[in-house]
């Protein structure tokens, strides 16, 4: 696509559920990030796709936050057992291979009340 | 030590003036530098890269690198109230292929 698609752009669950959320790429961006970002606060890692694998997952907070991504396209971030702290815009950016800056998508927030 | 610093502000310029945005950051062998601005309520967009040493331009915008200093700035010149928003300053750190965030810089500018 013509940008990285993030879905959904809201979504409010109650403590405890389980969501997923959804980016689909730049096409032909074999490189995905994921971030997360609170209130007034900056950037906060989560993991890097290169293509289907993710050699860098050392930001995920809990192993309740774990991330896919299929056929070097779209991505599945998803949170079990959601907390009240999970509460954050949730980023996805992609970039090709050979130019380190990214392209981010509009986000998911994310509310659990 | 955060691995890259940046004043939060706000930073307030007059219209016309030149706003001054600074970032440090930890990493000495730190290769690539990014500035992203980051308007209320959207999600950051790519305005400046830079890789060398010194000042590389682009319209209105000027960063500036000095990497023995572990310095990276962002000149914005004849400042707009469009300018109005939070800069963030990413790096690529050694070894590392994702960016690492500032918290950023609030830039005002008053008409």
């Known amino acids: 696509g013509a940008g990285v698609s993030q879905s959904p752009s809201n979504k409010v669950t109650e403590k405890g559920k389980d969501v997923e959320l959804r980016c689909d790429p730049i096409s032909g961006h074999t490189a995905l990030y994921w971030y997360r970002q609170s209130l007034g606060q900056g950037l906060e890692f989560l993991i890097y796709f290169q293509g289907n694998s993710a050699p860098d997952k050392s930001g995920l907070p809990s192993d309740r936050f774990s991330a896919e991504r299929t056929g070097g396209s779209v991505s599945t971030l998803t949170i079990q057992r959601t907390q009240q702290e999970d509460s954050a815009v949730y980023l996805c950016?992609?970039?090709?291979?050979?130019?380190?800056?990214?392209?981010f998508g509009s986000g998911t927030r994310l509310t659990v009340v | 030590q955060k691995e890259v610093e940046q004043n939060s502000g706000p930073l307030s310029v007059p219209e016309g003036a030149i706003a001054s945005l600074n970032c440090t950051y930890s990493?000495?062998?730190?290769?690539?530098f990014f500035w992203y601005r980051q308007y209320s309520g959207k999600s950051p967009e790519l305005i400046m890269s830079i890789y060398s040493n010194g000042d590389k331009e682009d319209g209105r915008f000027t960063a500036q690198l000095n990497k023995a200093s572990q310095y990276v700035s962002l000149l914005i010149r004849d400042s707009q109230p469009s300018d109005s928003a939070t800069y963030l300053c990413?790096?690529?750190?050694?070894?590392?292929?994702?960016?690492?965030f500032g918290s950023g810089t609030r830039l005002q500018v008053q008409p």
């Open positions: 990413a790096v690529k750190n050694t070894g590392r292929r994702a960016l690492t």
């Open positions: 950016a992609s970039s090709s291979d050979n130019n380190y800056g990214y392209t």
């Open positions: 990493d000495r062998g730190s290769q690539s």
